[in-house]
């Protein structure tokens, strides 16, 4: 009966901390997404979550990330082209032919543009919003915000076929699209 015990334990634990690593618990913010973020930091509030830099850029000073302003620039893309118009921000500051605005580099455009990771794209959302699940008072510091899923950049442990996406229709949850699909390219650099 106790071994029986013990293996219910164990089996449990393994189902259940990897849940607690990616959604975190009242007690444990595991990953937090900016909700719990701000709970954190109760001098941050919807006014100074982000800074306009005046050069196609945007800090979120929650998480010192710095994003692109404008969040459409590519449209929807599948996940090799995604990957492929940061590749091209980075050598010419286009995304699929357009411009992408970014002038945060004395004037040219910088050249360490990445797909957010799953937890910085989640760490953007407000869940208590919906379409889009953003902070109250983005529209003040980003353009052409779709209702709709953004890529990150990693793909699904055992799925190479899936990506993590973060839809922003739906209260900001986090879910998996296979790269064949298209969804809103949204790029993202370390700050300062």
Same mark, same amino acid.
């Given at each position: 009966?106790?071994?029986?015990?013990?293996?219910?334990? &164990?089996?449990?634990?393994?189902?259940? &901390?990897?849940?607690?690593?990616?959604?975190?618990?009242?007690?444990?913010?595991?990953?937090?997404? $900016?909700?719990?973020?701000?709970?954190?930091?109760? =001098?941050?509030?919807?006014?100074?979550?982000?800074?306009?830099?005046?050069?196609?850029?945007? !800090?979120?000073?929650?998480?010192?990330?710095?994003?692109?302003?404008?969040? =459409? /620039? $590519?449209?929807?893309?599948?996940?090799?082209? $995604?990957?492929?118009? &940061?590749?091209?921000?980075?050598?010419?500051?286009?995304?699929?032919?357009?411009?992408?605005?970014?002038?945060?580099?004395?004037?040219?455009?910088?050249?360490?543009?990445?797909?957010? =990771?799953?937890?910085?794209?989640?760490?953007?959302?407000?869940?208590?919003? #919906? #379409?889009?699940?953003?902070?109250?008072?983005?529209?003040?510091?980003?353009?052409? /915000?779709?209702?709709?899923?953004?890529?990150?950049?990693?793909?699904?442990?055992?799925?190479? $076929?899936?990506?993590?996406?973060?839809?922003?229709?739906?209260?900001?949850?986090?879910? !998996?699209? #296979?790269?064949?699909? !298209?969804?809103? &390219?949204?790029? /993202?650099?370390?700050?300062?």
């Amino acid at each position: 009966m106790c071994f029986l015990r013990f293996c219910a334990v &164990v089996i449990g634990l393994i189902i259940f &901390v990897p849940f607690l690593a990616c959604y975190g618990t009242p007690g444990y913010p595991g990953i937090p997404t $900016a909700r719990a973020a701000d709970k954190l930091d109760s =001098n941050t509030s919807s006014n100074h979550r982000f800074t306009d830099n005046s050069d196609g850029t945007v !800090t979120d000073n929650l998480t010192g990330l710095i994003w692109l302003q404008n969040a =459409n /620039v $590519a449209g929807a893309r599948n996940w090799t082209d $995604a990957l492929a118009d &940061v590749e091209n921000l980075n050598r010419d500051g286009t995304m699929h032919g357009t411009s992408a605005g970014d002038k945060s580099k004395g004037g040219g455009h910088q050249n360490d543009w990445r797909l957010p =990771n799953r937890s910085e794209l989640s760490g953007l959302t407000d869940s208590s919003n #919906n #379409n889009p699940a953003l902070p109250s008072g983005y529209a003040r510091f980003f353009s052409g /915000v779709q209702s709709d899923s953004y890529w990150s950049g990693d793909t699904l442990k055992g799925g190479i $076929a899936y990506a993590w996406v973060v839809n922003l229709s739906d209260h900001g949850i986090m879910d !998996t699209a #296979n790269k064949i699909e !298209t969804c809103y &390219v949204w790029p /993202v650099r370390a700050g300062k």
